[in-house]
């Protein structure tokens, strides 16, 4: 089954700065990869996904990429702010005729310091 | 709004006891994961579902859980029995796959669950 790596588990970064996260998978059905945002004591809420069709996704100051070849891709959260402190999960799905199972990376506790 | 809403919210109950939590999908979703948050373990999939039918159980003990999905509209995670070790924050989500196309899958709140 599939297997999704995370790193890095704790982030520290200044507000302003950037913050990179990865993960890796090792499926390569895999063909969807979102990118789940969970604060503290709250549900997991997508942010941003990206499909295989595609290598680079942007949305304001967050942009996914991702490396079919070499099975890894990235978060990247650009001009950092407080409200940005939460854990965010990688998750890679297939996409095949027996479902779209949803496995999740063991999250990047991400913390915004002013 | 539609949400995924999971019942009960909290519930702590002694060891040995059967827990049972509830989920209603977001209408017209036709899948519906069951996930063990851990500090430990992250997101640990436990089970999933598309048009009702189990599709992957093999996260979930077999031994003391079960997970059905009795109509459209519910989605049950049973423990029998519960133990300490089960202690947990037990998210469902919900999602649409349809031919090609996919929504993301949807959270609910979640249910906190203490085995004492």
């Known amino acids: 089954g599939e297997n999704v790596e995370q790193h890095p588990s704790t982030l520290s970064v200044q507000e302003g700065d950037s913050a990179v996260i990865k993960c890796t998978y090792s499926?390569?059905?895999?063909?969807?990869f979102p990118w789940y945002k969970q604060e503290l004591g709250k549900r997991p809420q997508l942010i941003i996904d990206?499909?295989?069709?595609?290598g680079e996704k942007k949305d304001q100051r967050i942009a996914v990429t991702l490396n079919k070849t070499a099975k890894h891709f990235s978060l990247h959260i650009t001009e950092t702010q407080p409200e940005d402190s939460a854990v965010y999960f990688c998750?890679?799905?297939?996409?095949?005729?027996?479902?779209?199972?949803?496995?999740f990376g063991t999250g990047t506790q991400l913390k915004v310091e002013l | 709004d539609a949400r995924v809403t999971q019942t009960p919210r909290h519930k702590v109950t002694e060891m040995g006891q059967e827990v049972t939590m509830r989920c209603q999908p977001i209408?017209?979703?036709?899948?519906v994961f069951w996930y063990r948050q851990t500090m430990m373990q992250g997101l640990e999939l436990l089970a999933y579902?598309?048009?009702?039918?189990?599709?992957?159980d093999s996260g979930m003990p077999k031994d003391r859980f079960s997970a059905e999905m009795p109509d459209a509209t519910l989605a049950t995670l049973k423990i029998q029995p519960s133990e300490p070790r089960d202690s947990a924050v037990y998210f469902c989500a919900s999602g649409l796959v349809l031919g090609g196309a996919r929504t993301e899958a949807f959270f609910g709140q979640g249910t906190r669950l203490t085995v004492v």
């Open positions: 990206i499909r295989s069709n595609v």
């Open positions: 998750a890679a799905s297939p996409f095949t005729g027996g479902g779209n199972k949803l496995t």
């Open positions: 209408l017209g979703h036709n899948t």
């Open positions: 579902f598309r048009n009702r039918a189990p599709l992957d």
């Open positions: 499926d390569s059905a895999s063909n969807y």
